[in-house]
């Protein structure tokens, strides 16, 4: 496998989804879905890698 980097568009956005899933670790309503905020962003991230174009 082929890993190429993921375009800016997808890069910023996982970043932006991480550091919301990051506050939302800290506030105390979202603290449920914390974790998976950070999921969808390591999938996103990872699906840019693997996927050309992506």
Do not use: D
Request: charged fraction near 5%; avoid cysteine.
């Amino acid at each position: 496998m082929k890993l190429t980097p993921p375009t800016k568009n997808v890069f910023w956005i996982s970043v932006i989804i991480a550091v919301i899933g990051l506050v939302a670790l800290f506030v105390g309503s979202f603290a449920p879905y914390a974790f998976w905020l950070m999921l969808v962003a390591y999938v996103l991230l990872a699906l840019g890698n693997t996927m050309k174009g992506f």
